[in-house]
Nanobody, 128 residues
Framework: QVQLVESGGGLVQAGGSLRLSCAAS????????MGWFRQAPGKEREFVGV????????YYADSVKGRFTISRNNAKNTVYLQMNSLKSEDTAVYYC?????????????????????WGQGTQVTVSL
C-alpha cells in the first residue's frame, strides 16, 4: 500500500518561509520522480515543481522559480519543498505526488497525469 504523507504546512506571514515534507512508503522511492502541486480555493490544481529520482534534476513553475526549492533524501524516503519569500498568492493546499514512469523530458511532469500516487495535502496560508 502506497502512502504519501505531507507535513509542515501552517500559517506564515508574507515574506516568510516554510518547509514541507512528504514521507513515502510502499514504493521504491529512489526510482520515482516526485512532484509538488497546489490548489487554492476555487482554482484548479497547479504544478509547483518536480525532482528527478536522483535529486540532481529539478523543474519548477515560473511562479515559484527562485523562491521554492525541492530536495529529497532517498535514504529517508522523503521529499522536501523549501518555500521562501512567500506571497499571499502561495496560499493553497500543497500535495506531493509520486510518478512511476521516468520521463526524459521533465516538462511532462507538469501534468497530473504523470503521477500515480498522491498525498492528502497540507494547508499553507500566507497572511499579509
Amino acid at each position: 500500500q502506497v502512502q504519501l504523507v505531507e507535513s509542515g504546512g501552517g500559517l506564515v506571514q508574507a515574506g516568510g518561509s516554510l518547509r514541507l515534507s512528504c514521507a513515502a512508503s510502499g514504493i521504491i522511492f529512489s526510482t520515482n520522480a516526485m512532484g509538488w502541486f497546489r490548489q487554492a480555493p476555487g482554482k484548479e490544481r497547479e504544478f509547483v515543481g518536480v525532482i528527478g529520482w536522483s535529486g540532481s534534476t529539478a523543474y519548477y513553475a515560473d511562479s515559484v522559480k527562485g523562491r521554492f526549492t525541492i530536495s529529497r533524501n532517498n535514504a529517508k524516503n522523503t521529499v522536501y519543498l523549501q518555500m521562501n519569500s512567500l506571497k499571499s498568492e502561495d496560499t493553497a493546499v500543497y500535495y506531493c505526488a509520486a510518478s512511476v514512469t521516468n520521463y526524459i523530458n521533465m516538462s511532462v511532469y507538469t501534468t497530473s497525469d504523470a503521477y500515480a500516487y498522491w498525498g492528502q495535502g497540507t494547508q499553507v496560508t500566507v497572511s499579509l
